[in-house]
Structures are given as C-alpha cells and as structure tokens.
C-alpha cells in the first residue's frame, strides 16, 4: 500500500506531468482547500493544475514527512518564478482531504550563505518524536508568541544554522530578527498563534499566523532538534489574501 508520503509526492508531481492519475489522490466529495486562493474542491485543484500546467512546471521534492493522518512536504516549484513551499495534506482511508500550504518567491542566500532549502535531509531520533514536538510547541507559544525571550537558549543551539534568507546563522542573530522593530515600535515579525505542530524524528514543522512587516501572513517554520535543541531552522512567509479575495470560506488555516 502506498504511504502518505508516496501519495504526496504523486498528487503534487502530477503539477509536472500532467498525470490525470494524479487527482485520483484526492477525495473529491470531503476535500478541504486551505489556500485562500484556490478554490474549494477537486474543481479548484483541477483549475490551478490547468493554469501551472502553461508554465512548464517542475516541482522538486526536498525533504517530505509523515506524522499520524498527515503528510508534509518542503518544495522547490519553477513555475513563473521559482518559490519555495511547505505543503501539508490530511488523509483518510488513502485519500487527501485537506490541504495547507505556504509559499514564497525563492530569495538569494542569506548572510551565512544559506539558501531557503540547503542543508540536512536525513530524518533521526526517529524514537524522539513526540519529545521533539513538544519541545519546538514550547518553543514557539512561550518565545514567539508570548515572547519570553530569556528563554531563546533553553530551546535553540548557539550555533543554529539559520536558512530564513535576512538572518546569519547562530542565537544572536536569531535574537536581533526576533527583536527588529517596525518604524512605530511594533515587532517587524510578530507571531499571533500558533495552528499545528507536525513532526517526524528529528524535523519538526510549525503553523503560525502573524504579521511580517505589518501585513497579515503565515508564518511556517522548519525546526531540526539534536539532542534537546532547535539546531537548524529553515521558513517561509506568505501574506494572507483579503478576505474579499477569498476563493473558498475555509480560512489559512
């Protein structure tokens, strides 16, 4: 029987090929669309296959998760541009039937060096998962949404290799783009809540809400945990769509 993983990779590929098998992945009657911009439903996915399908798409499998009736992805897509996305599908009985998903235009590499999607992929501490989610939980509701940042080295790696494309590597510059203040004194990134917290082994995928900048967005963080640290931390920002753009009446999250 296929895993999640296998049939996340074979509905998102399909983008790519064309592969009218593909859809057969989806539960057209339950399906829920989370991408304020797409549609509700198979019809709304068969839209955005259709449109991607002019721009000689290719979709390129980073680094893919399995988590209980969840599977989620870390992508590069050449579609127009070149952007990078967390991707996350909700199955039941072998069928996705929701779908999140956060996207930003690929950015140069930031002052490490660091692109938005190098760095490891192995998934370890396979028998830590449930401890690893709970610690990067801890981490995002007391350091980013409440903000106690006293805590930051309780949870994160001195050293952490840092991939958000404006922040150098290491705890002091995770703290100084934590800290950054907008012009009238508000945080330049402010995380509001957090959504779900998704994990296997070693990675650990949260989904907040925010603002960056002032504009309301998703705010998707990738965390690596060794050893009972964050070590590594790869992102995405996505501005959310007014609601009167909305294509469905699902909400980001």
Known sequence: MATKKDLLRKLLKGI???????????????????????????????????RLAQTNPRVTFVRVFEDGDFAFAHNEYDFDCVEVA?????????????????????????????SMLDGETAITELDKTEFNRD??????????????????????????????PETADGLAALRASL?????????????QRVHRVLAEGSFVLCLSEGSKDGLHSGLYDLFRVAEGKIVEQWNTVSPIAPRSEWKNDNGKF
């Open 135 to 164: 610690l990067v939980i801890a981490y995002a509701q007391k350091v980013l949404v409440e903000q106690q940042r006293d805590l930051l080295e309780t949870f994160v790696d001195d050293d952490l290799f840092q991939h958000d």
């Open 86 to 114: 967390f991707e996350v599908f909700r199955f039941e009985d072998g069928k996705a039937v929701e779908h999140w998903d956060n996207i930003q235009v690929k950015q140069p590499p930031n002052p490490s060096g660091r």
């Open 179 to 191: 800290d950054a203040q907008l012009a009238d004194g508000t945080l330049r990134i402010a995380y």
């Open 16 to 50: 790519e090929t064309g592969d009218p098998d593909a859809a057969t992945v989806v539960n057209e009657e339950k399906y829920i669309q989370h991408n304020p911009r797409t549609a509700e439903g198979s019809p709304g996915l068969a839209d955005l296959f259709a």
